[in-house]
């Protein structure tokens, strides 16, 4: 049985950040590990990425998604939320 990890948008962009050679570099290794987890984002991280104005990184940032589930915000979370 596979580890799940749920990925924000922080790792995705981490994936491409030029700002912090360390961060990006470990994102890139630990890139190479996804076969070996079952790996998610929700919908919202989904909706976060697409909101990204630089449409290429944009475009880079979605094909990363490739695999993952993406867990649908439902009405009780949102409810849990405003809690």
């Not at 880079?60 to 405003?82: K, N, S």
């Amino acid at each position: 049985m596979k580890l799940k990890v749920y990925t924000d948008t922080s790792v995705f962009s981490a994936y491409f950040d030029d700002r912090a050679a360390d961060r990006k570099s470990l994102t890139r290794e630990f890139w190479q590990t996804l076969a070996a987890y079952e790996c998610s984002t929700s919908e919202l991280g989904v909706e976060e990425l697409r909101q990204t104005a630089d449409l290429q990184l944009r475009a880079q940032m979605e094909t990363l998604l490739a695999g993952f589930q993406i867990i649908p915000v439902t009405d009780e979370m949102r409810t849990l939320a405003e809690k």
